[in-house]
């Protein structure tokens, strides 16, 4: 409501009562000096008509929930009576439940009861079992170790890469899935389970008793020195107590000399906020602010501050970032950016600026909904989608550039909000063909390893270990069935069509015949070609099937141009 108003000698507002006024009641827009009395009537009459349409609205919108509910009852309590078939109540109380949940953000979705193991493994990345990867191509094929992750349960009992589990507790593997067969390997902590294996190298077939264990998976997956004077530690999530891993790396790093960090949050998809605001602490005058949590309810909105000692204020600190990098993530790097403690570089950050929290419903559900968005230290929200607009077709879009704001950093410099982090030095990502992404996600590669370490006992020691086997792969490799096009290929094929479709291919004949020779490439030459591109995925998994997962770790970094190129950019003054 706006009141136009003149000066009046008979008791005008003061200036700062004007302002106080106008900031009190956002509402009333006060244009110039009014009488007391005159402008009291009109704030009372303008308060009035405010309260009233709020309680309109909220009337309003408790009648529309009632009525939302009193018809969701009467369609199911109509269905029961009078549909042909009986009702697959729990089928369509799920998908009812996940379809009104879609329609607000991906991340409020509800958890029954019998997927709250799921959820405790998002949270905690943990679960009771045996601690290993496995690998089961078919229904009637043996359970294949994969993975047997260093110092668990089944790296204790001797399991190797390659070992195949023929029967788990005297029963066949035989005609299960592999999510089948990993649900019987898992189990409570203490107890024991039996396998039926046949070993890789000597085909011998014996029993082995496992007894499980809680397994837990870092959130550190490493740390170590990347030079005499450069420490680095990669931490893949935010699940319980990761502050104190990383505390524990710092602290070790610095013991071997380390003078500057690389913290490499790329990939990280977040997790726990208070382990986010743990971790800038770390850094940080104890007591600074971290992250600001505001919702529509006002008891989620408040501001997370520090609250232990920091380790180090002053060591120069590059924060590694990509669009895999969110959330907590988002909150870590942000916070670094706006307190002006560290260089980011990398890529723009996903831009999950939203917080959740799980809550309890009727028969052990939970509820994990979103309550709040947060904002860095500068006052900055980082979220990308509006997922409050959304068009006709349900789709939702990205805040364009032109509606972001600016704000500024602890020493002045220039952010800005709606969509991510933006790196202080932006850094290009690898790019990958077409093909290496086809044998990775087709598991030719994985399938690959296994081969290849059936054929090798031992390998060299990680730091001279290089694969030079590659025309095996190839060998291998073309008698598998992958999608080996090209991206120009792909492209070429779709223009194919659509000129098939305008009845142009005859006209063009002659071209295409020149195109078809040139894209053509049988599997062997498109395999030969991309060979230093596909040498490294084939290393870094063979390493991890001899030295576990840190040695996998440690040959990405030998190839990783991100990085390298990172330490050779100057640091913004902190």
Known sequence: MIIFAKPNAGGALSVAQFVHLSNAYPSVKVTGYLSNKLIMRKLVISLGATLIGVSLFAQSKDFKMGQWVEVNNAILKELNRSYVDSLPLGRIERKGIDAMLENLDPYTVYIPEEENEDLEYMINKSYGGIGAVIYKPGKEDNVT?????????????????????????????????????SDKMKGKPGTKVTFQVKRVHTGAVEDVTIERERIHLPDVEYYGMLDQTTGYILQTGFTENVSADVRAAFNDLKKQGMQKLVYDLRGNGGGLLNEAVNIVSLFVPKGSLVVTQKGKDASQNEELRTKLDPLDTTMPIVVLVDGGTASSSEIVSGALQDLDRATIMGKRTYGKGLVQSIRPLPYNGQLKVTIAKYYTPSGRCVQAIDYAKRGDDGSVTHIPDSLTHEFKTLHGRTVRDGGGITPDVEIAAPTYSRIVYSLVLGGIIEQYVLHYVAAHESIAPLDEFHFTDYEDFVQFAKEKEFDYRSSAKTYYDQMKKELAKDGMTDAVKEQLAALDEAFNMDKEKVLRMKKDEIIPFIEEEIAVRYYYQEAGIKVRLRYDTQLKEALTKPLIEV
């Open 145 to 181: 170790i994969n993975e047997p992750y260093k110092g668990s349960p089944a790296y204790k009992s001797g399991l190797k890469c390659g070992d195949q589990i023929m029967a788990i507790d005297g029963e066949s593997v035989h005609g299960l899935t592999a999510s089948e067969a």
